[in-house]
């Protein structure tokens, strides 16, 4: 039977910073199902992203502060154990949920390696300050929101490469590569012992903010672009309202920070991390349901 402390390292709550991945990914979609919807929200959120948080505690024996953990328990072998356990559990619902469906599963297994190999001692790809940000971004962002569509739709592979598939998972990881290094600001003292060299310590405190600034900017006019492209410009119009309140409070940290420094800690990052989510998967949530005319279907209009 695994500890309390064990459980703990799922940070299970955490993967609510990523669940407008989620919702972005079944906007785009045209055929949904209630099966593959609720088959793919558990897959990800409460067995996936889960294991790769304990097996990347496990290999990082943090003492300080991490995402979603403020005083993480001490790490033993059950953390790694249970590590494999979700991630076998994750595979083994891919295939009751999605039968038949071996590009899915081959996706998903390959998030699980490349989170793996990410934190693993024999490969550390945390330790690349450029590679790991890459990949990360890449690989929570594009990835995840390419693997949904395959999934809910049974699609092949090369589909992904549809300029309105390719596109809105790269714009996925638009947001993650900006947001990425804020995730490290408060960090550089954890990461250095452990030899890891961050975008973000490359990058000094307030550099993190600037990159991370810049990046958000990029990303905003490459989804104003997308939605008036693809979509409508009202959709652009409505993501910009959804983003202010993450606007005014980057840019009071960002103040705050700049007279002192010690406010690039866990708790202000968190607070990003939770406003930013909120924002992202409330628009993300309003443009699945106007996007997919449910709430037409359901007689709401």
């Known amino acids: 039977m695994f500890k309390k402390a064990t459980w703990l390292h799922l940070r299970l709550p955490f ?34 992203y889960p294991a790769s948080n304990a097996y990347n505690s496990y290999f990082d024996k943090d003492e300080g502060s991490i995402g979603g953990l403020k005083n993480p328990p001490k790490v033993d072998k059950n953390v790694f154990y249970i590590a494999q356990l979700f991630d076998a559990f994750g595979l083994a619902l891919t295939i009751y949920f999605f039968p038949g469906n071996w590009t899915l599963l081959l996706m998903i297994l390959t998030y699980i390696l490349v989170s793996r190999a990410y934190s693993y001692s024999g490969v550390r790809l945390k330790k690349y300050a450029i590679v790991s940000w890459l990949i990360a971004g890449f690989f929570q962002g594009a990835w995840v929101v390419w693997l949904i569509y395959i999934g809910l739709n049974d699609f092949a592979f ?46 000094g405190i307030t550099g993190t903010f600037h990159f991370t600034g810049l990046c958000f900017s990029v990303a905003v006019l490459a989804y104003l672009w997308y939605f008036n492209t693809y979509w409508q410009i009202n959709y652009g119009l409505y993501f910009l309202l959804f983003m202010s309140p993450v606007l005014v409070f980057f840019s009071w940290w960002y103040l705050k920070t700049r007279k002192e420094k010690n406010q690039a800690n866990f708790k202000n990052t968190m607070y990003l991390n939770l406003i930013s989510a ?11 349901l106007h996007s997919s005319q449910i709430l037409n279907v359901v007689g709401v209009y």
Not at 278 to 288: K, S, W
Request: net charge negative.
């Open 15 to 48: 993967s609510y910073f990523l669940l407008p991945i989620y919702l972005f990914a079944i906007s785009i979609s045209p055929n949904l199902s209630e099966g593959g919807l609720l088959g793919l929200f558990l897959i990800l959120h409460f067995f996936i």
């Open 158 to 203: 090369s589909s992904i490469f549809k300029l309105h598939v390719l596109i809105p998972g790269l714009l996925a990881s638009a947001i993650l590569w900006g947001s990425y290094p804020m995730t490290q600001i408060y960090q550089h003292e954890e990461d250095g012992k452990r030899g890891d060299e961050t975008l973000s310590m490359k990058l």
């Open 278 to 288: 909120t924002c992202l998967g409330g628009f993300f949530l309003y443009f699945f």
